[in-house]
């Protein structure tokens, strides 16, 4: 062993002195009140007037499991709606025509201004404003027959949807180096197969994390179609209440599958980020 190195002169040995640990007490005081509010939340809820017979009866009732099923199937479909039209004002945004650039943003700007609510109701009762739509010659049809609960839901959801996805892929497109564009012009290439080949799946991997999230919040934004009478699991729950008059126990219920729901989506977002990754570093090399 090499012996220790002689200490300059005029400075004390320090080697033999005990190590003053800083105490932390801010960081227990935090743990102990967080531990004190889960503990009084949870008492409440033990003592509180809550039936917890019902949320297993209910739990897996028929007409809720329904209800899980229509909100999955219409956050699956809106959001494919969603990302459909996220492309396209996408690329109309980053497009040198002025006109179409000009649409992209109007259309960003008011369904992201609106409220997601008020969206739904406009389109529920659009045949206060247009009482026959269809095809002039070739196809006509109420308004109030085609635009059912479901349809105006989809639009609704997915229309909203389109508005928030384009300014995510307009960020994925720009985060891709502009060589890349410049090397597609350079072998031939058009900008739209361009776009469809090279800048695309290069922009997954900064694009797949926030579509994730917005997926997730899709998910729950199903829940506000319940004031235009379309049966997802919160409006069906709603039904169950209104007769039973047991809102608490079915409004846990409705949360407890939300959560169910959620826990599953979240490591299958990691799995796919961690597969676009993957190919992302292939395709560097």
Do not use: C
């Amino acid at each position: 062993m090499k012996p220790a190195p002689a200490l300059a002169e005029g400075f004390p040995d320090l080697s033999g002195m005990r190590i003053a640990r800083e105490p932390h007490w801010f960081r227990w005081f935090s743990a102990a009140l967080i531990v004190l509010v889960l503990a009084a939340i949870a008492r409440a809820f033990a003592n509180g007037q809550i039936e917890w017979s019902y949320v297993s009866r209910f739990i897996t009732a028929k007409v809720i499991l329904e209800g899980i099923v229509n909100t999955m199937v219409m956050a699956v479909l809106a959001m494919a709606l969603g990302i459909v039209l996220g492309i396209i004002v996408a690329i109309m945004r980053l497009s040198p025509n002025p006109v179409l650039k000009t649409v992209a943003a109007g259309y960003t700007w008011l369904f992201r201004g609106t409220p997601l609510i008020l969206q739904l109701l406009l389109w529920f009762n659009l045949a206060l404003v247009f009482p026959t739509i269809g095809i002039p010659g070739l196809w006509s049809a109420r308004a109030v027959d085609v635009m059912t609960p479901f349809l105006a839901a989809l639009l609704g959801l997915g229309i909203n949807q389109g508005a928030y996805t384009s300014e995510v892929m307009r960020a994925g497109m720009l985060s891709v180096d502009i060589g890349q564009y410049e090397a597609a012009q350079a072998i031939g290439m058009g900008r739209l197969r361009a776009l469809r080949r090279i800048i695309l799946p290069q922009a997954m991997r900064v694009v797949i994390p926030p579509l994730g999230n917005e997926f997730i919040g899709m998910v729950k934004a199903t829940s506000l179609a319940s004031v235009i009478q379309y049966p997802e699991v919160l409006h069906n729950a709603e039904n169950i209440y209104y007769a039973n008059s047991r809102v608490i126990e079915l409004l846990i219920v409705a949360g407890l599958w939300y959560l169910l729901v959620v826990s599953i989506l979240t490591p299958l977002q990691m799995l796919l980020e961690r597969r676009f990754a993957r190919g992302t570093m292939r395709l560097a090399r």
